[in-house]
Structure formats: C-alpha cells, structure tokens
C-alpha cells in the first residue's frame, strides 16, 4: 500500500465547471465568459516533510502485544544506523531492531540533525526498519539517529550517523511499461496526497498529452497515460495515492473512455472533468482555458512530437498553454483560441520545417493585433532545439532537476514534461545510445542538482547515463 503525507499547501480552486458542448470553436470566439479553473498555488517541494517509511511495513499491524502495557522496560538503544544510496536530494537509512525488554517494539522515534541540532523527526506507528531521507539539500552534511518505542516507553537513540549528499546526482526512473514509467515520474515529483489536478491521456498517441503536460506543470500535478479502454493497476493506485482535487481526463472517449474515468473518479476529492475537443487542436484550445495564462502561448506542430515535448515543459514552467497547428495551416480551432486568449506573447516551437513563417503570420492576425513579441526556438535537430528551449527558458544555473528523454519516442517524455514544468526545470533529448556534445554542455551549464533519466536502458543506455554522470561530476 502506497502511503503519502498530506499536501500542506491550501489550494486556491474549490471548484470546476467545463461547458464541453456546443461549438467550442465559435465559442472561444464569441464568448468572453469561458470557464476557467481558478489559479492554484504550486506545491512546496517538501511537502510530505523529510522521512518516507517502507512501503513493507506502512501497512503492518500491531501485534496483540503491542496493545496493552506490560511489566516491562523501555527498548534497548538501536544500534548505530546505515545509510547507503546518498545522493544530492535523498539518502537511504536502515537498523537493526534493539532489545524490546518485555514489550513488543510498536514504532521508531526517527531524527533528522544538521550540527547536532534536530531539523526534522517523526515517530512511527509500525516497527519499520529502513526510511527513505527525501527533500535533502545537496552539498550538506546530515546526521541521522534512531530510537525504538514500546508500550513501555521509548528507548535511548543510537549514535547518530552522518553522510554528506553529493552536489549533483542522476537517477533513472522507469516501469516496465510506459504506463508504469509515467507512475514512477509520479511518485517521485508529487510524493504528497492532495495534488491539485491530475491530468490522464492516452499513453498510445501524443497530441492531447502534450498540452495536458502544460497545464499540469502550471498546477502542480502529473500526467498519468492510459490505454483508451483500460487503465492499469500501477495507475489505479498512483491516481488513489495522489487524491488530486481534480481529475482530468485529455481527449474525447475514444482516447480516454468513461470506463477509464470512471474508475479513477472515487479518487478525485472535488470533481471529475473532460476536456475534449473534435480534434487535437480543439482540445488543446480547451486544455488552455483551464487557467489564467502569463500573457505568452506556445505554438507547435501538433502532427509530430519532439519539439512540443521540451517545449511543453518549459510553457509548464512559465505558465503558459500550448496550442497545436498544422506545419502549413493554422487550423480554425487554434485561431479561435488565440482569438480567445489574446497573448502578447508568441513562442514558437521548431524552425519552418516545422512551423511555417505563413503559420506565424496568420496567429499573429488571429489576435487581432495582441501579440508584440514572436519567439522561435529551434536548432538543427530536435536534441538541438531542447537545448534552445531549455537555454532561453531557464537562464539561471542550478536548477533542480533536468529531464533526459529519448527524443526517437514520445511515451516517456511526456509525463517527464509536466514534472519538469512542476519542479521548475527542463526536458532534454538523446538518442538512444549517444548523447550529443550540445546536450551536454547544456547540461553541464544547467549545473541541476538532479538529472532523472526517463526509461529503462533500452530506451535510454546506460553509456548516455555514465556520460552525463562524468559531465556533473
């Protein structure tokens, strides 16, 4: 059973009305009252504090013995702990139970020490034996002590262990299906219950994804992928752990159907939504009304992926939607939303190739006039154009994290898409099995204080991993 500590921010939204019928482009065009979901505060990056217990013993039950107090003592001292797996943000502790002196151990009294003084700590409710240090800065040397409760009382802590985390580290997060991968991206940038919306789409195609990605980076929340008629249980439990106030499904019912949704709605604490248009493009239109935006939009071909995939992360970022177009053709829907959203600001994904100057130009008309700014972002290939966005988005070294996708798929970039616009850094692109000199110089200027490859070593080789662990070394 998954357990997750309860989100400490207040969230802004209470509630969340979708007019999903009728004409949606004439609407936008038309009608200045289109609804909109209420601004959200983003999520404090600790919000579920520093001690992640086992998940093995998160659901053990007291023994009968443990009930009721006995002629007994206090726990024998634990032995001094180890902590293994440090790296720049997390660290793993693990002890051996003491004595319990006539009284059942029911629980540990865990303490977190920066110079011996104690920065955070918890008592268990079960006898666990290993805790996962989350939310640690880089850099910094920690203390870690543990002491054992009965019935009786609470034992002396054991010696306390120090370890210094490192100053930048990479992880790789992946399952054994994209569906899987899209969870473990889940369960580690949104490790809290009460996320504010959770965003599913289909994990087979990528249009209605790719927007969601930013949307879900602008709130706080993840993407989880499905199957258009089943969901999986990996998923079923990630959407029951997080308890999103809102669910969101992306694309009309042959790409999400109401089974799917209907069987996450229970876990949704205020209400259940589709945003769904007659097309990607429609429904990227709707997916942007979902907020109040920044003044800028994104724009990107919505008949190919990779530029849209680090773009989507950096819009997250800035709080900004991304609406779909053709390469040549700017469809009416899109027009109708920028018409709607009349941004100042235009960022363009890819060079003509991908969007047309005659596409610019007729986005910049649809405003009627709104847009003083055109921004293009592109290189020579995809991996080149990533490292474009990510160079003119997140100016300052040092971010948290960066993202390393493979840019030949789109499946496990884009649940990396809304946690890196979260978290508040970039998505960059490789191939397979060579990583390009411009990617990692970038990485290297980036200086993250993680870097999380997405997919297993066939999607992603462990020569591309080593290679951007020597670069932040």
Known sequence: MKTRSHRRVVVAATALAL??????????ADDPGLPQLDQVDAAAPNAGGHFRLDESSASALRSPEARASVAAAAPSAVDAPTVTEVTSTRARATWSAPADNGSAIIGYHLQL????NVIDEIVTDVPTLGVTLTDLAPDTTYGFQVAAVNAVGTGPSSPAQSFTTTHSSVERQFGADRFETAVRVSESAFPYEGVPVTFIANGMNFPDALAAAAAAGTFGGPVLLTRPGSVSTATIDEVAALKPEFLIAAGGKAVVSDAV???LRPSATVGTERAAGASRYETAGIISTLWEATGTVYLANGMNFPDALAGAAAAGHERAPVLLTKQNTLPAETAA???????SKLVVLGGTGAVSQAVVDRAQAATQGSIVSVQRLFGDSRYDTAVDISRRTFTTPRVPVVYVASGQSFADALAGAAAAGALG??????APTEISDATIAEIKRLDPVRVVVLGGP????????????????
Do not use: E, F
Not at 337 to 343: G, K, S
């Open 19 to 28: 007019a999903l019928s009728g004409p949606l482009a004439a609407a936008a």
């Open 337 to 343: 939303y920028l018409r709607y959203l009349r941004p």
């Open 425 to 430: 850094g970039p998505v960059l692109l490789t």
């Open 113 to 116: 020490l920066i110079g011996g």
């Open 458 to 473: 066939a999607v992603v080789s462990d020569a591309v991993q080593n290679r951007i662990a020597n670069a932040i070394d």
């Open 261 to 263: 949704l209907n069987t």
